[in-house]
């Protein structure tokens, strides 16, 4: 419970209750380690590292499996920000995405979406 009768400098302070005996607020605490994930790339790695896709990496058409895992459930590209690709590889990816779909090699979705 937020006790309002004990304000320090304008900040709410947390008493201790039966519903949270353990600790104070520990709200600073929280948005400091979060802060830290963030700035210390606790991402997970990018999609394209994950697959060995180096810098000068190609996309066929003709591969619709390496096509595949950067398409979601809806048919959409991934973006490339999520993707890891550089901005060449995303145009190249785009076309051949387009190109499979056109000659039946990839679904416009995955099969069960409506």
């Known amino acids: 419970m937020w006790n309002t009768a004990g304000l320090k400098e304008n900040h709410f302070v947390m008493e201790p209750t039966p519903e949270n005996?353990?600790?104070?607020?520990?709200?600073?605490?929280?948005?400091?380690?979060?802060e830290w994930a963030r700035n210390n790339g606790r991402r997970g790695?990018?999609?394209?590292?994950?697959?060995?896709?180096?810098?000068?990496?190609?996309?066929?058409?003709?591969?619709?499996?390496?096509?595949?895992?950067?398409?979601?459930?809806?048919?959409?590209?991934?973006?490339?920000?999520?993707?890891?690709?550089?901005?060449?590889?995303?145009?190249?990816?785009?076309v051949a995405v387009k190109r499979a779909r056109n000659i039946a090699l990839l679904p416009f979705t995955k099969a069960g979406t409506t």
């Open 21 to 34: 005996p353990e600790k104070e607020d520990d709200f600073e605490t929280n948005a400091v380690s979060a």
């Open 45 to 94: 790695k990018k999609l394209a590292q994950r697959l060995n896709l180096g810098p000068d990496y190609r996309f066929d058409y003709k591969d619709p499996k390496t096509l595949g895992y950067f398409i979601t459930e809806r048919g959409k590209i991934i973006a490339a920000r999520n993707s890891g690709l550089s901005a060449r590889q995303q145009r190249d990816l785009a």
